[in-house]
C-alpha cells in the first residue's frame, strides 16, 4: 500500500514538473541558437533548451546519485559469492578431517 502511494506522488510530482516546462517553454517563445565549443545548435525556443537542460540535468542528478547503491549491491553479491566459496572449502576441509 505504502509503495503504490509513493508511487503515485512521485507520479504526482513529475506531472507537475511537465506541466511547468510546458507553461515555461510557451511564455519564453523568443528563439534561440546556443554555440557550445563553438558549434551552433538547432534553433528552438529559449524556453524549451531550458526544459531540456532541467530534465537532462534531473536525469544525469540521478544516475550519479544512484551510482553508490549499485556499487553496494554489487559490492553485497560479490561478498555473498565470497561466503558461499569459503563455505564449500570448509565443508571440504571437514570431510576430509573426519575421513582422515
Known sequence: M???LKRFCFFI???????LAVVFSVENSQIVSPVFLGFSSVPLSLGLWMS???????????????LPVYMGKYSLFSKDKKIQTLEKELSVLRLSTVRG
Open 2 to 4: 505504502l509503495t503504490w
Open 52 to 66: 531540456i537542460a532541467l530534465f537532462l540535468g534531473a536525469f544525469v542528478g540521478l544516475s550519479i546519485s544512484l
Open 13 to 19: 510530482v513529475f506531472i507537475f514538473a511537465c506541466l
